[in-house]
């Protein structure tokens, strides 16, 4: 696949994604959030996320912290949500 025909798909994909410019540091941590099961963690890889969103699709991401490899403030449909790769998994906090 061209490099091209890849980035169209992935646009396509991500379509419901775009970075949240501006995250409130009261809602990164804590609070409810999504847990992927083991067989939705070894489907999904969270570097695979990283990509897509980050390296590809340019969103912002918080570095290392304690526990935590990575976090991207994302909005997703509109709703601002953290994705973060900690140290028991890949945590999906919606706010």
Given at each position: ?95
């Amino acid at each position: 696949m061209s490099p091209e025909k890849l980035a169209k798909v992935l646009a396509g994909i991500l379509k419901d994604f775009e970075p949240w410019p501006e995250p409130s540091k009261a809602y990164l941590w804590g609070g409810p959030c999504v847990e992927l099961s083991k067989e939705q963690m070894q489907s999904l890889p969270p570097f695979s996320i990283f990509l897509a969103l980050v390296t590809f699709s340019r969103s912002p991401y918080y570095g290392k912290s304690e526990k935590i490899a990575w976090s991207i403030p994302i909005l997703f449909k509109g709703a601002p949500h953290l994705i973060s790769h900690e140290k028991f998994g890949l945590k999906i906090h919606p706010v």
